[in-house]
């Protein structure tokens, strides 16, 4: 399995940005789709955004128009960009790789310890 390590979270007030890095192992990570995904407590674990390996994208309703998700394939690394940060942002944020050749985007590496995200005035 890839191996995945995320960075960038913060504790940042409402409207406030934050950009996340996925930063990767590998030789092959240009080939795999990326999705970003959150957990808050007691919630199910949660698909934010996700790039495929032609960088198409994907975004839930609740990010669309104010996330950003990017890959730099030279560096290994997927970025989360962050704008118009609201409390129901606030979340641990995990990466992983996914399948996207059949049905939905599915989680297929391990999970790391993720980044905590904090919005909060």
């Known amino acids: 399995q890839v191996q995945l390590v995320e960075s960038g979270g913060g504790l940042v007030q409402p409207g406030g940005s934050l950009r996340l890095s996925c930063a990767a192992s590998?030789?092959?990570?240009?080939?795999?789709?990326v999705g970003w995904y959150r957990q808050a407590p007691g919630k199910e674990r949660e698909l934010v955004a996700a790039?495929?390996?032609?960088?198409?994208?994907n975004y839930a309703d609740s990010a669309k128009g104010r996330f950003t998700i990017s890959r730099d394939n030279a560096k290994n690394t997927v970025y989360l960009q962050m704008n118009s940060l609201k409390p129901e942002d606030t979340a641990v944020y995990y990466c992983?790789?996914?399948?996207?050749?059949?049905?939905?985007?599915?989680?297929?590496?391990?999970w790391g310890q993720g980044t905590q995200v904090t919005v909060s005035s």
């Open positions: 992983n790789v996914v399948e996207t050749s059949t049905g939905s985007y599915y989680p297929f590496g391990s």
């Open positions: 590998g030789s092959i990570f240009r080939l795999y789709a």
């Open positions: 790039i495929t390996s032609g960088s198409s994208t």
